[in-house]
């Protein structure tokens, strides 16, 4: 699991070796089985989560009890609790795991310590900002401009892996629609083709 870290961490052209090492040793590694609850709305997490192996949720509770999936984090990518880190308020958000996973974790305090002294270490948290700030762009405007039809073929196309990992339940709710309508969806798809 060291080495598939090691690996994430070289995408950042600019992290040298001491670097990653640093983040390396920074990090706790962890198998979770499908099912675990990472981070409970409600409580303080100051994690962040990169998915070595298998698949996680991040999701919101709406007033009325009904979840809504924001966030599906597979392999190769991170996922947190920005409430927390950002504000020193309680998570908004749930963090679940899909499958059984392996995950390597590390406090965002601790990362923002040590970046403090390493200029490398301050870019690295720079790009993950722009990279979720692109992506929470991405999704304000895939709810807002598109149809239920085309947030499912964006999601296929950029996503075509995640199809058979993502339980129905949780894509609908990731789509902003019910389990029904996304077979609607579907079938209407599949009868244009």
Same mark, same amino acid.
């Given at each position: 699991?060291?080495?598939?870290?090691?690996?994430?961490?070289?995408?950042?052209?600019?992290?040298?070796?001491?670097?990653?090492?640093?983040?390396?040793?920074?990090?706790?590694?962890?198998?979770?089985?499908?099912?675990?609850?990472?981070?409970?709305?409600?409580?303080?997490?100051?994690?962040?989560?990169?998915?070595?192996?298998?698949? @996680?949720?991040?999701?919101?509770?709406?007033?009325?009890? +009904?979840?809504? /999936? &924001?966030?599906?984090?597979? #392999?190769?990518?991170?996922?947190?609790?920005?409430?927390?880190?950002?504000?020193?308020?309680?998570?908004?958000?749930?963090?679940?795991?899909?499958?059984?996973?392996?995950?390597?974790?590390?406090?965002?305090?601790?990362?923002?310590?040590?970046?403090?002294?390493?200029?490398?270490?301050?870019?690295?948290?720079?790009?993950?900002?722009? @990279?979720?700030?692109?992506?929470?762009?991405?999704?304000? +405007?895939?709810? /807002? &401009?598109?149809?239920?039809? #085309?947030?499912?073929?964006?999601?296929?196309?950029?996503?075509?892996?995640?199809?058979?990992?993502?339980?129905?339940?949780?894509?609908?709710?990731?789509?902003?629609?019910?389990?029904?309508?996304?077979?609607?969806?579907?079938?209407?798809?599949?009868?244009?083709?």
């Amino acid at each position: 699991m060291v080495e598939a870290l090691k690996h994430f961490f070289k995408q950042f052209s600019f992290l040298g070796v001491k670097e990653i090492a640093s983040l390396v040793q920074l990090c706790e590694f962890k198998q979770i089985k499908q099912g675990t609850i990472l981070v409970n709305a409600g409580d303080y997490n100051y994690n962040t989560f990169v998915v070595l192996k298998g698949l @996680l949720r991040n999701y919101i509770i709406k007033h009325n009890g +009904e979840e809504r /999936t &924001t966030l599906f984090a597979s #392999e190769g990518m991170m996922t947190s609790s920005p409430n927390t880190f950002f504000k020193d308020l309680p998570s908004n958000e749930g963090v679940m795991a899909l499958e059984d996973c392996w995950i390597a974790y590390f406090d965002m305090r601790k990362f923002e310590k040590l970046a403090r002294e390493n200029l490398k270490l301050q870019r690295l948290f720079t790009e993950a900002l722009k @990279l979720n700030f692109v992506e929470a762009i991405t999704r304000l +405007e895939y709810h /807002t &401009t598109m149809s239920p039809e #085309e947030r499912y073929e964006h999601f296929r196309y950029h996503h075509p892996n995640l199809l058979q990992r993502v339980p129905q339940i949780y894509l609908a709710s990731y789509l902003g629609i019910t389990p029904v309508s996304l077979s609607r969806v579907r079938a209407r798809l599949a009868k244009k083709k």
